[in-house]
């Protein structure tokens, strides 16, 4: 009995021990596991993240009838041969998938990233892996639109990581999914201040541009973050990343006032602009200044056929808000003698943004370099406030220079454009001087350096890259583009020592306005081209044609027609200005000469025609001009001589039957001249042509009259041009055509089509 006593006392004790051993080694595991505590615990967040991998990739699955979008959010981990100023390149690889496991979208999407700097005005990112903590670039994202992709259901991500830095790369993603809360506003009313500041600072609008209702649907998703396939036991549903990150945003102190970034800044010699595409009224608000102080408003025709107006507005309910007059389609000006600020929106309340442009500067102590692509077109747009020598060099692969140019920019202020500092005070800013540069097939950088403070943005395009636009003199409904859209002609390229320039905030923002329209002195003239040869069906057309509201007007000539007046004299017939055209109906017209018929006749036309044009009295803006047919994908070729080449070709395109837009391909051959060119002629060019609601003609025949006229295309053969060779035309559906030459001098061939417009 004692023994058994004995033994089982000893057991106990060992039990005891033996837990007390193990609680001791877990607490010093925990020990040596903790992480130093800094000021920013209170602000971090924690969260699940998976490694990325080049060979197997991440599978995700969503409801695509839920999701609106997913975002990818990724950070580069990196070994510790990084820098802070090194950037790194990785790619993802995005692959959707419908419910048979069939590809959608096979896409990749490219990253650059650095290390986030180790400050305390930062949030700090880590990754701890094997009580390792590791190097972590600042957060990249990009979204996918699932509505466009309607029978998505999976999602595969796959690294490239393009580069040897990187250890890795770790992923998050996050579906927009409609929220439960049947209360979405109080919910917003319960959000954290700081938060709720974040969202209706988005876009730097300001508060008060976010409606109840848009406050309300804003809050009705959810950014919900989704597992990857094969990781089990992860709570996804409680993780609220998204709206914490610590994508290094940093905040200012200001020594001045700070202005609104929404505002639209004027004052004496800056004017500020906004571009109007609708008919709509415009309501502005004065947030500073004299309360008597207001802003004067022009507005401008942007086809100059109607002069520009002064714009008349009221005060409205609101205090030191006002409403304009009903306006057309057009660019307004906004300026005003002192220091004012300005927001816009329209009628309906949606505010007007502005346009930025990103630009580097460079001076004696500071160039810039930008990677091209060989046998690529350059744009630079440069701007200085004072005269400046700017050298442009190219160097091929090895770093050997191969050319070097140099210019001289005359400093100039503009009175539009102008550049916000961190502390959103307006800066004055050079005005924009575009130069072009053709590079050859060795060239593989450029460097520009200055000797004073320029501004340089730099553009580029492959002389195969396709340019194309929409010309209308009307909005256009989206619907009727049928799959054509806008394509620019320059893209912008970034420096390759962005990050540099970057870092000691000599990469700016320049904020740009359109400036209104240049008054054109008309010193040349057009003639219209005889196509008797290529193009053998013609037909004689009338078409209304206005003159600029700056131009002189001109002595009318015998193809010049205005409305028929039954109360005006009859010419005698020897006068060659002595013709009437009729428009019995929509489908029939016929011209005659006055003398050809007899008074009564004359009589029975007027009452039985629709409307009658003649050619000896008054206002006469009609235009009688031949047309030629262009058949359908049928191009036709106007080859030029060496000594004689014209300034521009003007286009102008009428189609019979039908109102439908017009796909007009234009394409030139010449040889350009070598070096920097103020003017650039771009070869290969296609037009979307709507039709006019401005421009009326009809065809002066006796069945079929009815044509369509639709906007002119012209082609300026700029200075770049040493040789022009030849241009093809080509329409993708069958037109009447005329085209006009525009030259130097006038010629002395007279016809009764000569300058016609």
């Known amino acids: 009995m004692y023994l058994i006593k004995r033994f089982f006392a000893i057991s106990v004790l060992i039990i005891v021990l033996l837990t007390a051993l193990f609680a001791w080694n877990s607490f010093l595991i925990w020990l ?83 290390l986030v700097n180790n400050s305390q005005d930062q949030q700090i990112k880590q990754i701890i892996e094997n009580k390792q903590s590791l190097n972590v670039a600042s957060g990249q994202s990009f979204y996918l639109p699932i509505k466009h992709y309607p029978q998505a259901k999976s999602l595969a991500l796959t690294l490239i990581p393009e580069e040897k830095t990187i ?7 996050h579906a927009k999914t409609p929220d439960q809360n049947v209360d979405p506003l109080n919910s917003w009313l319960k959000r954290p201040v700081d938060r709720r500041k974040r969202a209706t600072d988005y876009l730097t609008m300001g508060e008060n541009t976010l409606t109840n209702t848009e406050i309300t649907n804003a809050m009705a998703f959810w950014w919900q973050k989704i597992a990857p396939q094969g990781i089990p036991g992860i709570d996804f549903k409680s993780d ?52 008597q102080e207001t802003p004067s408003l022009i507005w401008y025709d942007k086809l100059q056929f109607e002069a520009p107006k002064v714009i008349n507005y009221t005060l409205t309910d609101k205090e030191n808000t006002y409403q304009t007059q009903p306006l057309e389609p057009g660019l307004i000006t906004i300026c005003s003698e002192q220091e004012l600020l300005t927001q816009w929106r329209t009628e309906s309340g949606t505010a007007i943004l502005t346009s930025y442009a990103g630009s580097y ?36 692969e090895n770093q050997i220079q191969i050319d070097r140019y140099s210019i001289t920019i005359k400093g100039e202020i503009s009175g ?62 989206t619907e009727s583009t049928n799959g054509f859209y806008d394509i620019a002609a320059w893209y912008e390229q970034k420096a390759r020592n962005h990050y540099d320039l970057s870092q000691r905030d000599l990469f700016v923002n320049i904020r740009t306005f359109a400036p209104p329209p240049d008054v054109e002195q008309t010193t040349t003239y057009y003639q219209s081209k005889e196509l008797f040869n290529l193009l053998p069906l013609s037909n004689v057309a009338l078409g209304l044609s206005p003159n600029r509201y700056y131009e002189e007007q001109q002595p009318a000539e015998e193809f010049n027609f205005g409305l028929y007046d039954k109360n005006q004299a009859i010419p005698s017939a020897s006068s060659n200005d002595n ?53 359908k994908n049928k191009p036709v070729k106007l080859s030029y001589d060496k000594k004689k080449r014209p300034i521009s070709i ?83 559906e069958t037109i009447w055509l005329s085209i006009l030459e525009e030259y130097p001098m006038q010629e002395q061939k007279v016809r009764w089509w000569n300058n016609e417009l």
Not at 428 to 453: C, F, H, Q, S
Request: glycine share 2%; proline share 3%.
């Open 240 to 291: 609220i990343l998204y709206e914490s990150l610590p994508y290094n945003v940093l905040t200012y102190d200001f020594s001045q006032q700070q202005h609104s970034l929404a505002a639209y800044y004027t004052k004496h010699g800056l004017c500020a602009s906004i571009t109007l595409d609708n008919s709509d009224r415009l309501n502005f608000t004065v947030s500073n200044g004299n309360d």
């Open 650 to 732: 003007v286009f102008k395109v009428f189609r019979a039957q039908s109102n439908e837009p017009v796909t007009l391909n234009i394409s030139h051959s010449a040889k350009y001249k070598l070096g920097l060119t103020s003017e650039y002629s771009i070869s290969k060019q296609s037009f979307q042509l709507h039709n006019s609601k401005l421009l009326k003609s009809f065809l002066i025949h006796p069945k079929k009259s009815q044509i369509t006229s639709y906007p002119s295309v012209t082609l300026n053969l700029a200075n770049d041009i040493e040789t022009l060779q030849y241009v093809t035309l080509s329409s993708s």
């Open 416 to 477: 539009f454009d102008r550049l916000i500092a961190d502390n959103t005070q307006r800066q004055a800013v050079g005005m924009l001087t575009p130069y072009y540069l053709r590079t050859g097939k060795e060239t593989k950088y450029v460097k520009i350096t200055a000797n004073n403070d320029v501004y340089v943005r730099l553009k580029s395009r492959l002389a195969s890259f396709h340019y194309q636009r929409r010309i209308a003199h009307q909005p256009i409904l």
């Open 167 to 173: 250890q890795g790369v770790v992923v998050r993603v």
């Open 32 to 114: 040596d596991s903790a992480e130093p505590v800094n000021p920013q615990t209170s602000k971090e967040t924690r969260s699940k993240v998976q490694w990325l991998s080049s060979t197997k990739p991440l599978t995700y699955t969503f409801s695509n009838q839920r999701t609106h979008s997913l975002r990818i959010l990724s950070n580069a981990v990196f070994d510790q041969s990084v820098t802070l100023e090194q950037p790194v390149n990785y790619a993802i690889k995005y692959t959707l998938y419908n419910d048979k496991k069939e590809v959608i979208v096979d896409k990749v999407y490219h990253h650059a990233s650095k």
């Open 579 to 631: 013709r009437l055209i009729s428009r019995l109906n929509s489908n029939s017209a016929k011209e005659l000469k006055t003398d050809d018929i007899s008074f009564a006749d004359q009589q029975q036309l007027v009452n039985e025609a629709s409307v009658i044009y003649q050619n000896w009295y008054g206002h006469r803006p009609w235009v009688k001009q031949r047309l030629y047919q262009l058949v």
């Open 361 to 396: 500067l460079i001076n004696a102590q500071e160039h810039v370099e930008f990677d091209v692509v060989p046998l690529s077109h350059l744009n630079l747009e440069l701007r200085a406030l004072e005269t400046s020598q700017l050298n442009i060099s190219l160097y091929d």
